[in-house]
């Protein structure tokens, strides 16, 4: 029972930070359309944001794979 309870707090744990990266993700694809539409676009700046879109995009990934396994039957 204490198991059930264990995965059921994990499975909240991933949700709650499933719910926070899309969000920043989100915001990240906000900050990125505004720098772009700037006439002074800081290239350094926008890769560093770029990079982080990405690394967030792989999280979120890996969050869903281990919230709803591939299950081969």
């Known amino acids: 029972m204490d198991d059930d ?3 059921l707090k994990q499975q909240d744990i991933l949700r709650a930070k499933l719910e926070a990266l ?3 993700h ?3 694809d906000d900050v990125i359309s505004v720098i772009a539409a ?3 676009i800081d290239m350094l700046k926008m890769q ?3 990079k982080r879109k990405l690394s967030i ?3 979120i990934r ?3 794979a281990q919230l709803l396994p591939d ?3």
Do not use: C, G
Request: charged residues 45%; glycine residues 0%.
């Open 5 to 7: 309870f264990e995965k």
């Open 22 to 24: 899309t969000l920043e």
């Open 26 to 28: 989100r915001d990240l």
């Open 38 to 40: 700037s006439r002074s």
């Open 48 to 50: 560093r944001l770029k």
């Open 57 to 59: 995009k792989d999280e």
């Open 62 to 64: 890996s969050i869903h």
């Open 71 to 73: 299950i081969i039957a």
